[in-house]
Each structure stands twice: as structure tokens, then as C-alpha cells.
């Protein structure tokens, strides 16, 4: 079955980018959401199987978007990849503690990004087997 991926991104032309990007590696299921509200409505919609967050939103921060999923059973093992501009200090640890698996600074590598969502799905994927037995 294919991967659902959803992609939170605010900016227009870094969502153009990703979506390229993650077409050009094979994945082509791809939501979108762009801001804080739609984020949570089209995750509770759709059930993706990852989400790429950008923390930087309009209306609920990705911070807060990924909190409330981690309240709901069927996303507390779904895996979150935080995207952020700035990286203060401080800043990687507030987006685990928020619930974010992983966290890439911006502007991320074309590499980078999609080597780490296959490595995710694919942990989780072991994961969910290794729960069943
Ligand atoms: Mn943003």
C-alpha cells in the first residue's frame, strides 16, 4: 500500500519544493495543509501514515498541531519530521518534548528530507509487525 504523507507548510514555494522533491523519490501520495487548523483537520480526515510539520504557522503553531494529534490513539505512533527556520536554543528540545519524532533545520537537504521519511516509515513499519505477534 502506498505511504499517505502529509506536508504542513505555510510557504507556497517551500511546499512547491517539497511536493517536487517527494514526487521525484517515489512518493506520491502526497496532503497538504497550510496552516495550523487545516493541518489538524485534513490529519483527523485523512489518517496519514507520516506528516512533515513546519513549526512556523499560521493559527496553531506546529508545536501545538502536534500535541493535539499525540492526544489521539491512532496518532501516537505516527511519525512527525518537524521542519523550522530558526534554531534557537532550546528549540530542538521544546519540538521533541511537543511530540516530534525528528526535527531538520530549514532550508533542509534534497537528500536529507526523504531519506529520513523512508528510514521513519520503515521503522514504524517494523514496529507495527512487531506489535501483531
Ligand atoms: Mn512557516
Redesign the pocket.
Known amino acids: 500500500m502506498e505511504d499517505k504523507i502529509l506536508i504542513v507548510?505555510?510557504?507556497p514555494q517551500?511546499m512547491r519544493l517539497m511536493e517536487m522533491l517527494l514526487k521525484a523519490r517515489g512518493f506520491s501520495f502526497l496532503l497538504k495543509a497550510i496552516d495550523g487548523e487545516e493541518a489538524l483537520d485534513v490529519a483527523t480526515r485523512e489518517l496519514p501514515d507520516l506528516i512533515v510539520m513546519?513549526?512556523?504557522?499560521?493559527k496553531l503553531s506546529?508545536l501545538e498541531v502536534t500535541k493535539k494529534l499525540r492526544q489521539m490513539p491512532f496518532f501516537s505512533r505516527i511519525p512527525i519530521i518537524a521542519l523550522t527556520?530558526y534554531a534557537m536554543k532550546g528549540d530542538k528540545e521544546k519540538i521533541l518534548e511537543a511530540g516530534c519524532d525528528a526535527y531538520l533545520p530549514k532550508p533542509f537537504s534534497a537528500r536529507e528530507l526523504p531519506a529520513m521519511i523512508n528510514e521513519m516509515l520503515q521503522s514504524n513499519r517494523r514496529s507495527k509487525s512487531g506489535e501483531k505477534k
Open positions: 507548510e505555510d510557504n517551500n513546519d513549526i512556523q504557522l499560521p506546529g527556520a
